[in-house]
């Protein structure tokens, strides 16, 4: 079989199921694991983030959008040499891929019917889901269930060594810098399970604007930085449009130094098999006391006043 990815999340699904060689076509975006950048790239982006500010993107991506246009192009000569039986893409997000619309227009130009699952997780069941019917759909559907059963083992293992917790601090989750926006899909959902509250993203529903005084009237106890599809260096790189507003230094957040950066791209963005590691992260973050026996992963998340005092002092 050959498979073409259209998403980040379902290549790494691909590869976790063994299907590393069946993959013939990926995305622009697709950086995990390392040996998919060797992967032939069918779909690009009209936009660069390394040239572009969050605030310029957002402008960006909202213009193509209003005018019914996508950020997105598919080659379809790459495409073409990609010859796919099987193509994996979403209509979850025009944001994070190309319409549904734009697949098939492709599609036609191949000269044959591949099959086509479009996937549109919006909760953790629901990620585990999207395994499951790729498993199906691949010929791999044992290897699929023992994936899901490990990671649904370690969602409540996090569960149950967080639900005790008497202090359950407010958490906002900033999935953009500028302007704000409050993360949605699992991310809510993520919280409560590592022993937030998220008062202000909704559980399975997309997120959305905020503006910093409905932060404010929110007063997080603490605040996660992970926008999407940014790593810490990307973040860090625009803070100071996170924290030049003057609501930033009345939140309790701010004055306790509980002001979190994390990997969004690798945990959080994508709703793949490391959700779960984005999730064992976020209650390391919220309660270290409840999850001792948990080493963190390098480099997934830094405490934004140490980073900077860090960079103070080297600097």
Not at 78 to 84: Q, R, T, V
Request: with cysteine.
């Amino acid at each position: 079989m050959r498979i073409c990815s259209f998403l980040p999340s379902t290549t790494e699904i691909l590869y976790d199921l063994g299907l590393g060689e069946s993959v013939t076509g990926v995305t622009h975006e697709c950086d995990y694991p390392p040996e998919v950048r060797e992967k032939k790239r069918v779909i690009m982006s009209f936009i660069d983030p390394a040239k572009l500010s969050s605030r310029e993107i957002d402008e960006l991506v909202s213009r193509n959008a209003a005018l019914g246009k996508s950020t997105y192009l598919i080659d379809k000569d790459a495409l073409k040499e990609a010859d796919p039986d099987l193509i994996l893409t979403q209509e979850l997000c025009q944001v994070c891929a190309v319409s549904g619309n734009e697949v098939t227009e492709a599609v036609e130009a191949l000269g044959k019917n591949p099959e086509i699952i479009s996937l549109e997780p919006r909760t953790l069941s629901e990620i585990m889901d999207t395994i499951l019917t790729i498993g199906e759909a691949t010929g791999t559907g044992h290897r699929a269930r023992e994936i899901t059963d490990k990671l649904v083992e370690r969602i409540e293992r996090v569960r149950s060594l967080t639900g005790d917790a008497r202090d359950r601090p407010r958490v906002f989750c900033m999935e953009w810098l500028d302007p704000p926006y409050a993360a949605g899909h699992w991310v809510p959902e993520m919280v409560e399970i590592a022993g937030g509250t998220c008062g202000i993203g909704k559980a399975g529903e997309p997120s959305f604007k905020v503006s910093w005084k409905e932060i404010a009237e929110f007063s997080p106890q603490m605040l996660f930085i992970m926008p999407c599809g940014y790593d810490i260096e990307k973040t860090m790189g625009e803070i100071e449009t996170v924290t030049k507003h003057e609501e930033w230094f009345s939140l309790p957040s701010t004055g306790k130094g509980q002001i979190y950066i994390f990997d969004a791209n690798s945990y959080f963005s994508r709703p793949g098999p490391r959700v779960v590691d984005g999730l064992e992260i976020m209650a390391k973050t919220i309660h270290p006391e409840s999850m001792k026996s948990y080493e963190p992963l390098p480099d997934a998340v830094v405490n934004l006043r140490n980073y900077m005092q860090f960079e103070l002092f080297l600097g």
